[in-house]
């Protein structure tokens, strides 16, 4: 598999009456290429935004074939977060395709303090592709683009109303918590009524159970939000300005 892979670091402090985040900072990993996070890593984590809780080596990310191994050592343990998919533990062992991946390291905070930091360490791959199979959590994930007929595509309105309520599902680097918005919030943002939007939305649940969605869900439920996403309905984030030319081993 051809193309940059990205790893990078980056965090927030919640401790402020403003939450700082840290500017993403990182290296591309060449072919077969390892690299250790954490408070005594390669790429630092839990150390400008200082927090015991992160693991001084939480985890290793090597470059594989079909994406990524990531080995979390990280006492407090990891959830991931692919790029518009549901977030999940992580296990010891993960091996992982998709183009964007989160993951979020733990520290043993109390996840509903408003005070709580978050470290992020961000996968990035822009010849990595959204397959129907997803983001593997667990041994080889498979790379199959086989899609059944798939109906026509989402119309801009309907698009735009799936980018504006799960706004916080589709942000990169990823938000947590991640809420949908209220329909009538969002009809606000839109300019158009709440039945407006409720009417694109259900025409992109319907796309959704037609791909293969087992059951109709609520307008704000991301179950089928996922399921456009995997069928490459739902456009990747843009390539940040924030990737440096940096190769990790350096020379």
Same mark, same amino acid.
């Given at each position: 598999?051809?193309? *940059? #892979? ?17 500017? %993403? ?19 630092? !984590?839990? /150390? *400008?935004?200082?927090?015991? @809780? &992160? ?5 290793? &990310? ?7 191994? &990531?080995?979390? !050592?990280?006492?407090?343990? +990891? ?10 533990? +992580? ?41 129907? +199979? @997803? ?5 080889? %994930? ?27 599902? !589709? ?11 209220? !329909? ?31 059951? +109709? ?11 456009? &996403? #995997?069928?490459?309905? /739902?456009?990747?984030?843009?390539? #940040? ?11």
């Amino acid at each position: 598999m051809d193309g *940059e #892979r990205w790893v990078l670091a980056y965090e927030r402090d919640g401790a402020a009456a403003h939450p700082r985040s840290t500017i %993403p900072s990182g290296a591309t990993l060449s072919p077969g290429r390892r690299l250790l996070v954490g408070r005594e890593g390669d790429l630092p !984590l839990g /150390v *400008e935004v200082y927090d015991r @809780g &992160v693991s001084r080596t939480a985890a290793v &990310v090597t470059t594989a074939p079909f994406g990524w191994q &990531v080995e979390i !050592l990280n006492g407090n343990g +990891a959830v991931l977060h692919p790029w518009g998919q549901a977030p999940a533990l +992580a296990g010891r062992h993960n091996a992982l395709t998709w183009p964007r991946i989160g993951i979020r390291l733990l520290s043993g905070a109390d996840p509903g303090d408003a005070d709580t930091v978050q470290h992020w360490l961000l996968l990035e791959s822009d010849s990595i592709n959204v397959t129907n +199979a @997803g983001a593997s959590l667990t041994g080889r %994930p498979s790379t199959s683009t086989f899609r059944r007929h798939p109906p026509r595509p989402l119309s801009p309105g309907q698009l735009e109303a799936l980018q504006v309520v799960f706004a916080d599902q !589709l942000r990169w680097p990823p938000a947590q918590p991640a809420e949908p918005l209220l !329909l009538r919030s969002a009809a606000r943002r839109l300019g158009i009524s709440e039945s407006g939007v409720q009417e694109r939305l259900a025409k992109a649940l319907d796309r959704a159970l037609r791909l293969g969605l087992p059951r +109709a869900v609520g307008l704000t439920d991301p179950q089928y939000l996922y399921v456009l &996403v #995997r069928a490459g309905y /739902v456009p990747l984030p843009e390539r #940040r300005p924030h990737r440096r030319s940096l190769v990790w081993p350096p020379a």
